[in-house]
Nanobody, 123 residues
Framework: QVQLVESGGGLVQAGGSLRLSCAASGRTISSYNMGWFRQAPGRERELVAAIAWGAGVTYYADSVKGRFTISRDNAKNTVYLQMNSLKPEDTAVYYC????????????????WGQGTQVTVSS
């Protein structure tokens, strides 16, 4: 089992940037496809971005395309989410998740989750 711990959340003004990190332990993340999800109050959890185990394939929700970038450093066992041009509607708890190395990326079933980090964007 891989354990995941998110960090980097906080309060930022609209138009600002944050970089979330997801540090893994227990197993190397090179064994997993990785994703970032978010959940706002009263809304369902949604997949924001995902990256395949080899980092050659990525996915972004339409709402964040061009603003967010997912990356991974398998040597550091860490996944990142760079968030630019933040909007108030990006306010949510952001979760890191890991799933088996399946193809295509969008078919990944995420089985390991972090505890989440709060991102709040003020207008």
């Amino acid at each position: 089992q891989v354990q995941l711990v998110e960090s980097g959340g906080g309060l930022v003004q609209a138009g600002g940037s944050l970089r979330l990190s997801c540090a893994a332990s227990g197993r190397t993340i090179s064994s997993y496809n990785m994703g970032w999800f978010r959940q706002a109050p009263g809304r369902e959890r949604e997949l924001v971005a995902a990256i395949a185990w080899g980092a050659g394939v990525t996915y972004y929700a339409d709402s964040v395309k061009g603003r967010f970038t997912i990356s991974r450093d398998n040597a550091k066992n860490t996944v990142y989410l760079q968030m630019n041009s933040l909007k108030p509607e990006d306010t949510a708890v952001y979760y890191c998740a890991a799933g088996p190395r399946v193809v295509p990326l969008r078919s990944t079933t995420y089985t390991n989750w972090g505890q989440g980090t709060q991102v709040t964007v003020s207008s």
